[in-house]
């Protein structure tokens, strides 16, 4: 159990356009699902975390109006990531949390690239 | 401020030896502990984790140690197996209203055949 499924594995946009990036918790329900972001060769960098019904909140210097979070379910969290540049190129991993414990599930991850 | 430090980037073990992957601390309100493999281009895996009330766990060839005084943990894997090779990450929730994970630099595993 506890499997996290991320879609698209792979983006390629152009600057200025939008993207959004689904995380879906497959065989268990998660209040809490978090994003983060990896540079090469660097650690997971939280952006944000995302609560079933409320709204995110977002770590300190990731902008809230350039990375939308939606939790509108269980089981599903959205990132669009609005007006993109090149510099918002990464991978974007979002993780799950069971209800009432402290691990937290990964997905495969997201590949931005902004051209 | 790194919170969460791995100060190892990288250890070399050969297969069927004992590998100890170190994380080190500086946060007392830190009250889980866990550890994560990755592959690149990949999510991370959860392995194994422990409470800041307890010093040990074990999962099969897997165990987690943790020294509170010291603001230190260990992550052992014996035997080591090819398979293993993979980047480590030790984390740290941060407990409270948050209750988020901060994850450390990471060690990259290589096993040895």
């Known amino acids: 159990g506890a499997v996290v499924s991320q879609h698209p594995s792979r983006v390629i946009c152009k600057s200025g356009t939008s993207v959004k990036i689904e995380c879906r918790s497959l065989d268990f329900q998660a209040t809490t699902m978090f994003w983060y972001r990896q540079f090469p060769k660097q650690s997971l960098m939280l952006m944000a975390t995302s609560n079933e019904g409320s709204k995110a909140t977002y770590e300190q210097g990731v902008e809230k109006d350039k990375f939308l979070i939606n939790h509108a379910s269980l089981t599903l969290s959205t990132l669009t990531v609005t007006s993109a540049h090149p510099e918002d190129s990464s991978f974007y991993i979002c993780?799950?949390?069971?209800?009432?414990?402290?691990?937290?599930?990964f997905g495969p991850g997201t590949r931005l690239t902004v051209t | 401020d790194q919170q969460v430090k791995q100060n190892s980037p990288s250890l070399s073990v050969q297969e069927g030896r004992i590998s100890i992957l170190n994380c080190d601390y500086t946060n007392s309100m830190f009250d889980y502990f866990l550890w994560y493999k990755k592959y690149p281009a990949e999510g991370p895996t959860f392995l194994i984790s422990?409470?800041?009330?307890?010093d040990k766990n074990e999962d099969g060839r897997f165990t987690v140690f943790l020294n509170k005084s010291a603001k230190h943990l260990s992550l052992h894997i014996v035997p080591s197996q090819p398979g293993d090779s993979a980047v480590y990450f030790c984390a740290a929730n941060y407990g409270g209203a948050t209750n988020k994970l901060i994850f450390g630099t990471g060690t990259l595993l290589a096993v040895q055949p």
């Open positions: 422990i409470s800041s009330i307890k």
């Open positions: 993780s799950a949390r069971r209800t009432s414990t402290y691990e937290q599930y």
